[in-house]
């Protein structure tokens, strides 16, 4: 459940905001609606109308969708200074979500009326720079998505993800999260994992990952290993 701030909680800072005029800031102060959301917390969820625009002061939301054959995948996230444009997109249209958003890490966010939106769009420059640049950014990350879905075999896909969010040579995710973040099956992640385990390349535990020989997952992953300095 998402607790409203007062004004005096949460400071109107967002790049799309810090250059508006006076009397943009003043109606944002007025009419915008500040939120607290827990980790966990679904922000929205497919075929529910769009009631304002989301932009996250800190904190990190994701979005993804799920397909008929009911896997997830990872759209995007959205950071501190960042908006969701399929909000935007939802909101301008008059539609309905096509996807959901689920806190990951507590977020505080300001959400503006779609008719503020509007008014930001037609009458501040500054406000719609940043929302066109906003587009840019998710359209490129987006196309990734779709590179990486369509052209990009399962298991390289698998290990380079494991490359990228190691710390420390370990992992505290679940198969379930690694496939929502390929956006593939449960069972797949667990096959290619225990095969992965089987060549040496990570130890399995419940919630837990820890890779055993960084080289080889380079190697499924097609990813040259780090260069070292002269």
Excluded: W
Excluded at 5 to 22: C, G, K, N, V
Excluded at 152 to 177: I, K, N, P, W, Y
């Amino acid at each position: 459940m998402a607790h409203h701030d007062s004004d005096q909680e949460m400071a109107l800072t967002h790049p799309a905001i810090d250059r508006l005029s006076a009397d943009a800031r003043n109606a944002i102060a007025r009419d915008g609606q500040r939120v607290t959301l827990p980790a966990g917390t679904r922000v929205f969820a497919p075929g529910e109308r769009c009631e304002g625009l989301p932009l996250v002061i800190d904190g990190e939301v994701r979005v993804q969708m799920m397909g008929a054959s009911g896997n997830e995948i990872v759209l995007y996230r959205i950071k501190g200074g960042e908006m969701c444009p399929l909000s935007l997109a939802c909101l301008l249209s008059n539609g309905s979500h096509q996807s959901e958003a689920i806190v990951e890490a507590d977020t505080r966010a300001l959400v503006l009326p779609t008719a503020l939106t509007e008014r930001l769009i037609d009458e501040e420059p500054t406000f719609r720079q940043g929302v066109l640049e906003s587009y840019g950014r998710r359209l490129q990350s987006l196309m990734l998505v779709i590179e990486e879905v369509a052209f990009q075999r399962m298991d390289r896909r698998l290990a380079e993800r494991l490359l990228q969010r190691q710390c420390d040579g370990r992992l505290s995710v679940t198969h379930q999260d690694l496939a929502v973040e390929l956006g593939t099956a449960r069972e797949v992640i667990s096959r290619l994992l225990k095969e992965f385990e089987r060549r040496g390349c990570v130890h399995l535990e419940r919630g837990l990952v820890e890779i055993r020989d960084n080289n080889t997952l380079r190697d499924i992953a097609g990813v040259e290993p780090p260069r070292c300095s002269a």
